[in-house]
Nanobody, 128 residues
Framework: QVQLVESGGGLVQAGNSLRLSCAASGRTFSSSAMGWFRQAPGKEREFVAAISRSAMRTNYADSVKDRFTIFRDNPRNMVYLQMNSLKPEDTAVYYC?????????????????????WGQGTQVTVSS
């Protein structure tokens, strides 16, 4: 079992930055790929970013590439999402997820069904 708790969300103006944090506990954190997803009102949950267990690979949605950065601190069981140049369309609830299905250090999945555990989410609102 893995527990994931997100924090760092809030209300910001367009162009500003936020850093989301996700604290993990339970099963060995360093064995899991980690991802961030988001869900805007009336829309499906979508992939944002992922990082492999060794941090040797990261993947990003096209909509956030070059603006968002995912990174992790395995000794502290933490994963982060640095969000720069925020836009109103980034407004959503952001979810942290852990996936244990990979067998190599480059596994950084982008699909929801590849993740086994989810946090409860943190709201990010970007005003124009």
């Amino acid at each position: 079992q893995v527990q994931l708790v997100e924090s760092g969300g809030g209300l910001v103006q367009a162009g500003n930055s936020l850093r989301l944090s996700c604290a993990a506990s339970g099963r060995t954190f360093s064995s899991s790929a980690m991802g961030w997803f988001r869900q805007a009102p009336g829309k499906e949950r979508e992939f944002v970013a992922a990082i492999s267990r060794s941090a040797m690979r990261t993947n990003y949605a096209d909509s956030v590439k070059d603006r968002f950065t995912i990174f992790r601190d395995n000794p502290r069981n933490m994963v982060y999402l640095q969000m720069n140049s925020l836009k109103p369309e980034d407004t959503a609830v952001y979810y942290c997820a852990a996936g244990f299905g990979g067998t190599n250090y480059y596994y950084a999945p982008t699909r929801r069904h590849e993740y086994d555990y989810w946090g409860q989410g943190t709201q990010v609102t970007v005003s124009s």
